[in-house]
T-cell receptor, first 112, second 115 residues
């Protein structure tokens, strides 16, 4: 079955860039997503990328996709304390567009 | 901006009791989902629901679980006889459609604690 893996924790200083990594196993993944979860809140969609793209940029967020290595990353430029949250990578395989498969989540801690 | 709401935010119950978790999806959504996250583990898909029927369910969603949309606004998840291992955060989500570009909007979750 599908599997999505992430490192559990990342600590960065305010103003630095953060890079959160994700690997997935399903070669038929069509869309890959990044969700953010703040304490006590639901999962907020940040961005997504099609599997036929290498990169997508959206303001401070840059998503890189290496389809050959099945590796996805989320770069947050100029990280702020408000970016402290858990970031989840998720994927949707071809033909099953409704079900999201999530990674374990990476807790991002931003220090002053 | 419209939001998905879930009640209660925290439910504590005794093992063997029935619980009903409630969700109010965004009004123009047609597809509905339940996911759960056991503490420290991944967010897992439970079930999807469309047109008053289950579209897909995972192996977690056994006959102790049921879903319904009784009145066209609420979407509920019922666990008939709770077990300790049902303790988790339960998330409701909704979407306009099922294309991969149709974003699933999540609620804040209900934390279920089974004692």
């Amino acid at each position: 079955g599908e599997d999505v893996e992430q490192s559990l924790f990342l600590s960065v200083r305010e103003g630095d860039s953060s890079v959160i990594n994700c690997t997935y196993t399903d070669s038929s993944s069509t869309y890959l997503y990044w969700y953010k979860q703040e304490p006590g809140a639901g999962l907020q969609l940040l961005t997504y990328i099609f599997s036929n793209m290498d990169m997508k940029q959206d303001q401070r967020l840059t998503v890189l996709l290496n389809k050959k290595d099945k590796h996805l990353s989320l770069r947050i430029a100029d990280t702020q304390t408000g970016d402290s949250a858990i970031y989840f990578c998720a994927e949707t395989p071809t033909g099953t567009a409704s079900k999201l498969t999530f990674g374990t989540g990476t807790r991002l801690q931003v220090t002053l | 901006e419209p939001e998905v709401t879930q009640t209660p935010s925290h439910q504590v119950t005794q093992m063997g009791q029935e619980v009903i978790l409630r969700c109010v999806p965004i009004s123009n959504h047609l597809y509905f989902y339940w996911y759960r996250q056991i503490l420290g583990q991944k967010v897992e898909f439970l079930v999807s629901f469309y047109n008053n029927e289950i579209s897909e369910k995972s192996e977690i969603f056994d006959d102790q679980f049921s879903v319904e949309r009784p009145d066209g606004s609420n979407f509920t998840l019922k666990i008939r006889s709770t077990k300790l291992e049902d303790s988790a955060m339960y998330f409701c989500a909704g979407a306009v459609g099922t294309a991969s570009t149709d974003t699933q909007y999540f609620g804040p979750g209900t934390r279920l604690t089974v004692l």
